[in-house]
Nanobody
């Protein structure tokens, strides 16, 4: 089973930046970032294929967030800029085989096989 470990969360003022990292014990699969705020469903933020050739973003973060992958180390990153209070959530990393387009996978958390424990991002 693939283990995913997120890091990089924290508290930041609106307009600030944070970078999240997700280290995978083994990965040849797509990797994605999701977030879940209290009382809300988990939503896809960004996803990337293992080679970094295909990327997709949720409309709410496009232009502000950047996903990338270091496939030599199996680490995915999420650079978050121009943060807003509505970005406040627990952020989760996920990995899984390509079972559809990245856009489809971003809409369907159930398609992802492995999940990290989450890292909190708070924007005030």
């Amino acid at each position: 089973q693939v283990q995913l470990v997120e890091s990089g969360g924290g508290s930041v003022q609106a307009g600030g930046s944070l970078r999240l990292s997700c280290a995978a014990s083994i990965s040849r699969w797509c990797m994605g970032w999701f977030r879940q705020a209290p009382g809300k469903e988990r939503e896809g933020v960004a996803s990337i294929d293992f080679y970094g050739d295909a990327i997709t973003y949720a409309d709410s973060v496009r232009g502000r967030f950047t996903i990338s992958i270091d496939n030599t180390k199996a680490i995915a990153y999420l650079q978050m800029s121009s943060l807003k209070p509505e970005d406040t959530a627990m952020y989760f990393c996920a990995s899984g085989p390509p079972t559809g387009t990245l856009a489809t996978m971003l809409r369907k958390p159930q398609l992802w096989l492995n999940w990290g424990q989450g890292t909190q991002v708070t924007v005030s």
